[in-house]
């Protein structure tokens, strides 16, 4: 891998050629594999600069928009291109200045909740504008209902598809958020082991969010209780906007896990633990990055003698 940046870095037309095959890798699984195009705009970021980061972006986005085109339309493929290159090219730019992934992660994640806010505004009703939509996908919500039916669950293909369009845009804004911080994580880990090999592990273990984003959760929390108490039911918006920051807090807590095995505080077992609760028990590591704004459980455990940093 380091041989590998090193000579793709060398010149920064090779960008351009590398992130035209990572595209076509990625469309073989998107949106799964969509950070590596990404990944490879903010290595040449990193590395050598707008240049070759936009080499990598103009590559990458050709194969994209062409095989999305026949489903969408070529102008339908080139916004796809966007969605997948855009976030990770402004979020790497923001970590080449600011020099901290926590930063840009900060960024990332107050950027997801104002887009889950923007739709809310400009749609006015997102969730009604999904509803003509599930009569194609109406087969699948049959064989959901059947499915949870056998399982012992009792709803509708219309109730499912309700609930679905419900979290649709809050989802797509998290996965967005996921996606660009994955990207972040590829690029920099890629750049560290050409450039400066453990910088990627200390800045990933020193994640944080911060107690501004914190203190937004919270206020989204209280105005979803308080909302759900006066009309039984919670305010959408901000639901979806504790939807999107429990994603956030996952990946906090992910990196107080790390930062906890580096000061050799927990063992191996406990963090293949925590990736395990990720699947099983999400809200519990929800609940651990959130705490950890207040706890600073990296700062209480600090390294001790003898204690690996690696």
Not at 19 to 45: E, F, S
Not at 122 to 133: E, F, I, K, N, Q
Not at 154 to 168: L, M, S, W
Not at 196 to 224: C, D, I, K, N
């Given at each position: 891998?380091?041989?590998?940046?090193?000579?793709?870095?060398?010149?920064?037309?090779?960008?351009?050629?590398?992130?035209?095959?990572?595209?076509?890798?990625?469309?073989?699984?998107?949106?799964?594999?969509?950070?590596?195009?990404?990944?490879?705009?903010?290595?040449?970021?990193?590395?050598?600069?707008?240049?070759?980061?936009?080499?990598?972006?103009?590559?990458?986005?050709?194969?994209?928009?062409?095989?999305?085109?026949?489903?969408?339309?070529?102008?339908?493929?080139?916004?796809?291109?966007?969605?997948?290159?855009?976030?990770?090219?402004?979020?790497?730019?923001?970590?080449?200045?600011?020099?901290?992934?926590?930063?840009?992660?900060?960024?990332?994640?107050?950027?997801?909740?104002?887009?889950?806010?923007?739709?809310?505004?400009?749609?006015?009703?997102?969730?009604?504008?999904?509803?003509?939509?599930?009569?194609?996908?109406?087969?699948?919500?049959?064989?959901?209902?059947?499915?949870?039916?056998?399982?012992?669950?009792?709803?509708?293909?219309?109730?499912?598809?309700?609930?679905?369009?419900?979290?649709?845009?809050?989802?797509?804004?998290?996965?967005?958020?996921?996606?660009?911080?994955?990207?972040?994580?590829?690029?920099?880990?890629?750049?560290?082991?050409?450039?400066?090999?453990?910088?990627?592990?200390?800045?990933?273990?020193?994640?944080?969010?911060?107690?501004?984003?914190?203190?937004?959760?919270?206020?989204?929390?209280?105005?979803?209780?308080?909302?759900?108490?006066?009309?039984?039911?919670?305010?959408?918006?901000?639901?979806?906007?504790?939807?999107?920051?429990?994603?956030?807090?996952?990946?906090?807590?992910?990196?107080?896990?790390?930062?906890?095995?580096?000061?050799?505080?927990?063992g191996p077992v406990l963090v293949a633990m925590a990736y395990v609760g990720v699947l099983l028990?999400?809200?519990?590591?929800?609940?651990?990055?959130?705490?950890?704004?207040?706890?600073?459980?990296?700062?209480?455990?600090?390294?001790?003698?003898?204690?690996?940093?690696?």
């Amino acid at each position: 891998m380091n041989k590998f940046a090193e000579w793709l870095t060398a010149r920064p037309i090779r960008s351009l050629f590398a992130g035209t095959v990572l595209a076509v890798l990625a469309l073989i699984a998107l949106p799964v594999l969509a950070w590596l195009p990404a990944g490879l705009v903010v290595l040449g970021l990193l590395a050598t600069g707008s240049g070759a980061a936009t080499l990598a972006a103009a590559g990458a986005a050709l194969p994209i928009a062409w095989g999305f085109s026949p489903v969408i339309g070529l102008g339908g493929g080139l916004v796809v291109a966007a969605a997948v290159l855009v976030p990770a090219y402004l979020a790497g730019s923001l970590l080449v200045h600011s020099r901290s992934l926590s930063v840009a992660f900060q960024a990332v994640t107050l950027a997801a909740c104002a887009l889950v806010l923007l739709v809310r505004l400009v749609l006015g009703d997102p969730t009604g504008v999904l509803m003509p939509l599930l009569d194609v996908f109406r087969p699948a919500l049959e064989e959901t209902a059947r499915a949870l039916a056998g399982l012992g669950v009792e709803r509708t293909p219309e109730e499912i598809g309700e609930a679905t369009a419900r979290v649709a845009w809050a989802t797509g804004a998290w996965m967005l958020l996921l996606h660009t911080m994955t990207s972040l994580f590829a690029g920099l880990w890629a750049f560290a082991a050409m450039r400066e090999p453990g910088l990627f592990g200390r800045q990933f273990r020193g994640l944080r969010l911060g107690s501004l984003v914190a203190w937004a959760a919270m206020g989204a929390l209280l105005v979803s209780f308080a909302t759900q108490w006066a009309s039984g039911r919670a305010w959408a918006p901000a639901e979806d906007v504790l939807f999107v920051l429990a994603g956030a807090f996952l990946l906090q807590a992910l990196a107080v896990v790390h930062g906890l095995r580096a000061t050799q505080a927990i063992g191996p077992v406990l963090v293949a633990m925590a990736y395990v609760g990720v699947l099983l028990v999400p809200m519990a590591l929800v609940g651990l990055g959130f705490a950890d704004t207040w706890v600073r459980f990296r700062d209480r455990f600090g390294a001790r003698p003898g204690a690996s940093q690696g």
